[in-house]
């Protein structure tokens, strides 16, 4: 082999190498794309279930139409025992339903036999939502910052 034959072998190989590499790191930063987006959603979802939760509090307690399927995803993220949390919140309200009250006035039976007006419970579930979202969020740019 001549030293001239070199340069063609390099040639040869980085026209083998280049494009393999660029698919490694375009798959690579779709993965990161795609999670980030899947974060953005799940942080969308969980502002929109608050303002939900919140804005409930002004309806008649006969007008209640459940909460709606946002709020349970919502609810799911943060665990079972918030889930359930939000079911016995929804059955107080329909069994309240008679009443005439506004629902920010209804006092909720919850599973552990606690009792609280549901305005405060809204703002208490509200705040535990947003610590999740935030969780969730820092997590993410915790990792970035590590690898950085």
């Known amino acids: 082999m001549d030293f001239g034959d070199w340069p063609a ?15 490694y790191l375009n798959n690579r930063h779709q993965e990161k794309m795609e999670l980030m987006r899947q974060k953005a959603e799940i942080a969308n979802s969980i502002s929109i279930a608050c303002e939900e939760i919140l804005s409930v509090s002004y309806m008649d307690a006969k007008d209640f139409p459940g909460f709606s399927r946002n709020v349970m995803s919502a609810s799911g993220l943060c665990g079972h025992v918030f889930t359930t949390e939000v079911f016995y919140a929804a059955r107080s309200i329909e069994i309240s339903a008679h009443s005439g009250k506004k629902i920010k006035d209804i006092t909720l039976v919850l599973k552990n036999s606690r009792n609280i007006f549901y305005s405060e419970w809204a703002i208490e579930i509200c705040s535990r939502l947003m610590e999740k979202r935030n969780e969730m969020l820092l997590t993410g740019l915790q990792k970035r910052k590590v690898r950085q």
Not at 11 to 19: H, M, V
């Open 9 to 23: 072998w390099v040639a040869l190989s980085s026209a083998i190498i280049s494009p393999v590499v660029t698919v």
